[in-house]
């Protein structure tokens, strides 16, 4: 029987395995070791060793372990995104993708100890039962869980579970002098994959999506025709930061912009003969103008879209060269719910372009790329950008140049921002100071809130961030935070900083929505969005159809 184990079994073992290997071919003089050998000579190889271990090792060998370091190390070698799974990060992983997850419906955050709950998950049991943004959870299962050190490890742990389970929590409400009780029975809580549906100006619309994931399509769809039914003629579609998903997925969502038997993507490997992927005459936006906003945080699926609508003319790309990522993985379950996700194919554009960046110099090279774009300069400045003249592309109606070989390149680039990212900006941004600003900011003022503003539309046009709010805001910096207040700086990071707490503000009083839509005001990548349609910057760049 041959055990797929693969040679690398941690540097435990080396020395063991190398003296037997030394003594053995003392006494085997006359045996010739290949140089390459074929699958079935390295897996008898391989179960050899887990055979001399189990033999002759000199302790007890914890097989389980084993054999995770010795796949995890074979994998390293190969790329970037050949990975192993451990049964529970392989449920882990799929959630997001899966479209749901199993629990009692809440976003949260510890606040000074306490749980308080940030958000309720529309459809999910906690706002069935009527639990708040505010409330704050003293008990679980009649545990009191505030002041105890609870972490947010602790937290899912005792939320989270299977369909079905119920779970008891005690509450605090402001103005309820009483703990109000909770019996929640768990259900599946559903992952939006679209963050944000709105229209940026009478005819613009704007749809912000997050990930590639099972009801991403669904999802899309409805927030465009919600959007066509407010007047929207052009579309900018926000893939910033959007790491990509399935395959499939990607596939569906491009098929939205380009016309019946376009090419979408094909993907080709060793193993797996070229496999094409068309558009069909399903496609629910193939008229109109179309911008596709992307940065380095872009990746995968992302590319896919991003490349087929630039290789058809069919849309605007604006932001900065995406991730390049042009690897296609397959997830092979083992026997014990663990799993390999292993790269089968390279995909590619419809114009042939692989974007796949370099891997050759090995994984933590690869890993340091982006870091390296903003050594380089070329978060800032398109011309320190470095691909080879051998990687132009035309593209397939109006040929353009593109360029493959290290993720997509946009039509219009849009560096980074800085202008108002101060050091005291970022230290409170990275000290948390602004969520739990406005956490206890919401505690105190949600009702009043509400009864101001009775929808996100009349918020977002009427709200202001005042002077006491902003005095507040320091002083709680200073003092609860020991962050010390440095006036020049803040100066210049205001304008930033005001938008900032608005936008926390609309989070946690009507979503994720209105939040983008607030911080938008300084998404220059989106500006220039509004401006290329408003502008028609499609004719002066030949783009569209």
């Not at 991003?306 to 790309?317: K, T």
Request: aromatic share 10%; proline share 3%; with cysteine.
């Amino acid at each position: 029987m041959m055990l797929n184990f693969p040679v690398h079994l941690g540097n435990r073992f080396i020395f063991t395995c190398t003296t037997l290997f030394l003594f053995f071919s003392f006494f085997a003089p006359n045996i010739v070791y290949a140089q390459d050998l074929t699958s079935e000579e390295a897996q008898e190889k391989i179960s050899r060793t887990i055979r001399l271990l189990e033999r002759a090792y000199i302790e007890d060998v914890n097989y389980e372990d084993a054999a995770e370091n010795a796949i995890k190390g074979m994998l390293k070698e190969l790329d970037p995104h050949s990975v192993y799974i451990s049964k529970e990060e392989n449920k882990k992983m799929n959630e997001p993708l899966n479209g749901n997850f199993e629990g009692i419906g809440i976003q949260f955050n510890i606040l000074r100890d306490t749980i308080l709950v940030v958000s309720v998950i529309s459809g999910g049991p906690s706002e069935k039962l009527g639990i708040l943004p505010g409330d704050q959870i003293i008990k679980i299962e009649d545990r009191v869980v505030a002041g105890i050190g609870f972490k947010t490890s602790d937290v899912i742990k005792s939320l989270k579970g299977e369909k079905g389970t119920p779970v008891n929590i005690a509450i605090r409400r402001g103005g309820e002098k009483e703990l109000i009780t909770y019996n929640i029975v768990r259900d599946k809580i559903p992952i939006h994959s679209v963050e944000a549906a709105y229209m940026a100006t009478p005819t613009i619309g704007y749809i912000k999506v997050n990930r590639f994931a099972v009801n991403t399509v669904d999802e899309f769809e409805a927030a465009l025709e919600k959007l066509e039914k407010e007047g929207m003629e052009s579309l900018i579609l926000d893939l910033k930061g959007n790491g990509g998903g399935y395959l499939k997925t990607a596939v569906d969502l491009t098929d939205q912009f380009l016309g019946k038997d376009r090419m979408i993507t094909y993907t080709q490997g060793r193993a797996y003969p070229r496999q094409p992927y068309k558009a069909t005459s399903k496609g629910s936006f193939e008229k109109g103008k179309l911008v596709v906003l992307i940065d380095e945080g872009s990746a995968s699926a992302s590319e896919i879209l991003s490349g087929a609508v630039q290789d058809w003319d069919r849309g605007l790309i604006i932001g900065r060269r995406s991730f390049g990522k042009g690897l296609v993985q397959k997830p092979f379950k083992l026997t014990d719910g663990s799993a390999i996700r292993l790269t089968i194919a390279h995909y590619f554009t419809p114009t042939g372009r692989s974007i796949q960046k370099p891997y050759d110099e090995g994984v933590d090279a690869y890993r340091k790329d982006i870091k390296e774009r903003y050594t380089r300069g070329e978060m800032s400045d398109a011309e320190k950008i470095q691909i080879a003249d051998s990687l132009k592309f035309n593209t397939l109606v109006k040929k353009r140049t593109v360029y493959g070989g290290g993720g997509i390149m946009p039509d219009i680039f849009i560096p980074i921002d800085t202008s108002y990212q101060t050091a005291y900006y970022k230290t409170l941004g990275r000290k948390g100071v602004f969520n739990q600003f406005i956490l206890d900011y919401m505690n105190e003022n949600r009702k009043t809130l509400e009864a101001k503003y009775t929808d996100e539309k009349t918020f977002v046009e009427n709200f202001q961030v005042g002077i006491k709010m902003l005095d507040n805001f320091t002083t709680f910096a200073e003092l609860e935070r020991e962050i010390p207040f440095v006036e020049e700086e803040w100066n210049t990071s205001l304008p930033l900083a005001k938008t900032r707490l608005k936008a926390l503000v609309a989070r946690y009083l009507y979503g994720i929505s209105p939040y983008y839509q607030i911080m938008n005001e300084f998404n220059q990548a989106y500006l220039a969005g509004i401006k290329a349609i408003n502008e028609d910057s499609f004719s002066q760049m030949n783009v569209g159809q």
